[in-house]
């Protein structure tokens, strides 16, 4: 028995902001996004279509903190009190941002209690959040958690809960066209890392597993070529369209062991994160060679029918986007990686890997006859 379930409704397309004024439908909204001068252009470009908001946050930083979180849900309290929806332009930090000041909006003490794992108080009724994405990888338009990092105490936290799904999501390529070579890997490879994560999962499920297998063949075909292209609207339609399918792939099964090696290589060693969830991909394949039903199934799907030899090719195709792929690479030695790996597999994440961390090895020397190209099956 299985069940897919989301409720995001979806508008997709280059042009798709236009349909904004739409979705909002004439509600007071709080708007959240970046301080850039881009993105501050952007949001006058909103304004000029829907009206002014009630309130802007538009100081959020890559990586949301807790801290930073607190100061900006303060200072928008009175605001946010007349606003009856908040709308997102931006990327994960953007979206994940809004969830938070959704979730404060419903009641409160409701950050708190969810952020500690707990329930939310008795009424809590989140403000409906609609999302606008300018990255092609975090998913978070139609998932219902936001990574909230705390520095503090050094550790990454989960504001989880159904409720936080966004309202609408109105994802426009064209937006995405201003992001760099860097980022359009990064958040590209997250998105890659979303769709592999979902498959070596156990809440794996048959809608689940098509939509991660149509977005991994679209990311290994199509980001090396963006990566040259930036300006290609048709390959940057193309990522966004994966990268919601992987969206749509992680949003029931949640992320794996790669993502919980992730957290800290992030917060310790600064890695962005969507390298930090991607450059274990190889190795976890290489350790599930031998996976069998819907895993097995999807992964050859995707790479072949030689798990062994896609990882190989997995791990030349990130080669070619200079991703490094030993922890060395990041600075971590042998006893932090194994501390890394024991905390990974021990913790929510790590056990949805249908693995153990034995199955995440370095790979073994590339056999001479393995010629690093990318994948192709
Ligand atoms: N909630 C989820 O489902 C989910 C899933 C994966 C990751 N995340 C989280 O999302 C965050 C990462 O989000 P992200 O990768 O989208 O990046 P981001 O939102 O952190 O943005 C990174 C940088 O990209 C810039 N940028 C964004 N869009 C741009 C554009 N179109 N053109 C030029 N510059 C642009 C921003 O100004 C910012 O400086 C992390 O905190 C991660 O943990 C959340
Ligand atoms: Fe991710």
Known sequence: MWRYHNPVAVTFGV???????????????????????????????????????????????????????????????QARATAEVVLAVGGGSVIDSAKVLAAAGGGEGAVEALLAGGEPPAGWRPLPLIAVPTTAGTGSEVTSWATVWDRAASTKRSLDHPRLYPEAAVIDPALMCAMPRALTISTG???????????????????????????????????????????????????????????????????????????????????????????????????????????????????????????????????????????????????????????ATAGDRGRNFIATAAAVQPLPPRPSDQTPTVPNR
């Open 189 to 343: 490879l997250d998105a890659l890392s979303h769709a592999l994560e979902s498959l070596w999962n156990r809440h794996i499920n048959p809608i689940s597993a098509m939509h991660a297998v149509a977005a991994a063949r679209t990311i290994l075909e199509v980001l090396p070529a963006l990566a040259c292209a930036p300006d290609d609207l048709d390959l940057r339609r193309r990522m966004a369209q994966a990268a919601l399918s992987a969206g749509l792939a992680f949003s029931g099964t949640r992320t794996a062991i790669a993502h919980a090696i992730s957290y800290p290589v992030t917060l310790h060693h600064g890695v962005p994160h969507g390298i930090a969830c991607s450059f274990t991909l190889p190795m976890i394949l290489h350790g599930l060679a031998d996976a069998d039903g819907l895993t097995g199934w999807a992964l050859r799907e995707i790479f072949g029918p030689d798990l062994r030899a896609g990882a190989w090719r997995l791990a030349a195709f990130l080669e070619g986007l200079d991703v490094h792929l030993e922890p060395a690479d990041y600075g971590i030695g042998a006893t932090e990686w194994s501390e890394i790996l024991a905390a």
């Open 15 to 77: 042009g798709s902001l236009e349909t904004l004024a739409a979705r909002v439908a004439g509600r007071s909204y709080l708007l959240v996004t970046y301080p850039d001068t881009r993105f501050a252009a952007l949001a006058e470009q909103v304004s000029a279509r829907l009206g002014p908001p009630v309130a802007r946050v538009s100081d959020v930083a890559p990586n949301p903190d807790l801290a930073d979180l607190d100061r900006q849900t303060a200072r928008v309290a």
